[in-house]
């Protein structure tokens, strides 16, 4: 039902159960616990305010200049923009219908039409958004048979630019 109801945002079954079981002994934090390794020290939100900062004051700087200057690497700075700057989702379809184009005809001993829920249609079409702080600066609609990869996220970088 969940999975009905959310799609792919959806927990799955394991997870449900896990945090189920943790409630369970006695756990109240929603948060996950600390997991063992080594910390993350590039994405803090020192660094985080460092880069936002640097594309504010210079929109065509690069986002190997912002790593080097920051102090970070490139692959984390890839992550602070893509967490900061722009983000993307699925957009469904909806075929809705007006009350007005939804009443129709009848005979005072007919019975009353059926109307059938509003369901997510199955068409889905994926779109990009860039904004900054005043709000959205860019977004694109992927085209149909179009693949999400590297070379078609370049192209909409460039266009963005």
Known sequence: ?????????????VRIYEWYKRFQDGHENVEDDERPG?????????????????????RRITIRKVADDVGISVGSCHEIFSD??????WVYGYDVETKAQSSQW????????????????NSKIKLTVFFDFNGI???E????????????????QRRLR
């Open 38 to 58: 080594r910390p993350s020290t590039s994405t803090t939100d020192e660094n985080v305010k460092k880069v936002k900062e640097m594309v504010m004051n210079d």
């Open 141 to 156: 609609f992927l085209p149909q048979g179009q693949t999400m990869n590297k070379e078609y996220c370049l192209q909409v």
């Open 1 to 13: 039902m969940l999975t009905k109801a959310y799609g792919e945002s959806a927990m799955s079954k």
């Open 106 to 121: 009848r005979h005072s001993g007919s019975p009353r039409p059926k109307k059938t829920r509003q369901v997510r249609s």
């Open 84 to 89: 900061v700057l722009g983000d993307e989702t």
């Open 137 to 139: 600066v860019h977004h």
